[in-house]
């Protein structure tokens, strides 16, 4: 960590370590990107589902197998009781996603961060998978989305954050953002999306993103925008939007 903070409830966790220990599998779940190097390939699936449940929760063993295998089915894991014993490898990528998200949610926790956490899964049980953070959110989870997939964020998030080059440059309302999005960024990314009715051909960016080793002073997405100006070349101001802000020299 080179700086900055972290803020939970008030706190920022990165002012005592012991805390991300305490806090992590917890108050805070993490649904990583890639399933294949997430899981223990020398441990059944039913164990690790186990050991995270029994280091949180004051559980038997019992408890906590039987609260796995309702996490296994709740993802979409066909007999649960069966694959429970299995090893990683012996499920599909896609399954194995489903483990993975089953690990998350097995203490219940009040954060839950997804990285990209529909990739690896078909049609039919990304719609199973989005409904499930549905409900979960319904009970008072909040959901960090981590989504290059604008159809599923249009579905789960409340609120949006366009980043680009390791910057928020457009943050609102998820309606405000699909409706009225601001930055050039933003705009293209939503035209770039193919439209199954009318004759409107999707619009690619055109060029290469910057290098985050030499970014300079001025917009990171200047080299690649159809409205840049010689003021992009200084760093763009917060301009304050309906329900959020926009960094862009357009709207000062």
Same mark, same amino acid.
């Given at each position: 960590?080179?700086?900055?903070?972290? /803020?939970?409830?008030?706190?920022?966790?990165?002012?005592?370590?012991?805390?991300?220990?305490?806090?992590?599998?917890?108050?805070?779940?993490?649904?990583?990107?890639?399933?294949?190097?997430?899981?223990?390939?020398?441990?059944?699936?039913? =164990?690790?589902?186990?050991?995270?449940?029994?280091?949180?929760?004051?559980?038997?063993?019992?408890? &906590?197998?039987?609260?796995? /295998?309702?996490?296994?089915?709740?993802?979409?894991?066909?007999?649960?009781?069966?694959?429970?014993?299995?090893?990683?490898?012996?499920?599909?990528?896609?399954?194995?996603?489903?483990?993975?998200?089953?690990?998350?949610?097995?203490?219940?926790?009040?954060?839950?961060? &997804?990285?990209?956490?529909?990739?690896?899964?078909?049609?039919?049980?990304?719609?199973?998978?989005?409904?499930?953070?549905?409900?979960?959110?319904?009970?008072?989870?909040?959901?960090?989305?981590? #989504?290059?997939?604008?159809?599923?964020?249009?579905?789960?998030?409340?609120?949006?954050?366009?980043?680009? +080059?390791?910057?928020?440059? =457009?943050?609102?309302?998820?309606?405000? /953002?699909?409706?009225?999005?601001?930055?050039?960024?933003?705009?293209?990314?939503?035209?770039?999306?193919?439209?199954?009715?009318?004759?409107?051909?999707?619009?690619?960016?055109?060029?290469?993103?910057?290098?985050?080793?030499?970014? +300079?002073?001025?917009?990171?997405?200047?080299?690649?925008?159809?409205? &840049?100006?010689?003021?992009?070349?200084?760093?763009?101001?917060?301009?304050?939007? =309906? #329900?959020?802000?926009?960094?862009?020299?357009?709207?000062?």
């Amino acid at each position: 960590v080179s700086g900055g903070s972290i /803020i939970l409830d008030g706190t920022d966790i990165y002012e005592n370590p012991e805390n991300i220990l305490k806090l992590r599998g917890k108050k805070i779940g993490l649904i990583f990107q890639d399933p294949q190097t997430s899981l223990n390939p020398i441990l059944t699936i039913g =164990e690790q589902l186990i050991e995270t449940i029994q280091t949180h929760l004051k559980l038997s063993t019992e408890e &906590a197998k039987n609260k796995a /295998i309702n996490l296994l089915k709740e993802v979409g894991i066909k007999d649960a009781e069966t694959r429970f014993n299995n090893y990683p490898h012996q499920f599909s990528g896609g399954m194995r996603q489903r483990v993975v998200i089953s690990l998350a949610l097995c203490c219940e926790p009040e954060l839950l961060i &997804a990285d990209e956490p529909t990739t690896a899964l078909d049609v039919l049980t990304q719609a199973r998978i989005i409904n499930l953070f549905k409900k979960l959110k319904k009970t008072g989870m909040t959901l960090l989305l981590i #989504s290059h997939d604008l159809s599923v964020l249009s579905e789960v998030a409340e609120k949006i954050g366009i980043m680009y +080059g390791g910057k928020m440059v =457009e943050f609102g309302n998820s309606s405000e /953002i699909f409706q009225t999005p601001k930055h050039p960024y933003t705009i293209g990314l939503l035209e770039s999306i193919p439209r199954i009715h009318g004759d409107k051909k999707p619009k690619f960016i055109s060029g290469i993103p910057p290098n985050l080793l030499n970014v +300079g002073e001025g917009c990171r997405f200047i080299d690649r925008c159809p409205e &840049a100006m010689e003021k992009c070349k200084q760093s763009p101001p917060k301009i304050n939007t =309906e #329900s959020g802000y926009v960094l862009c020299w357009l709207y000062e």
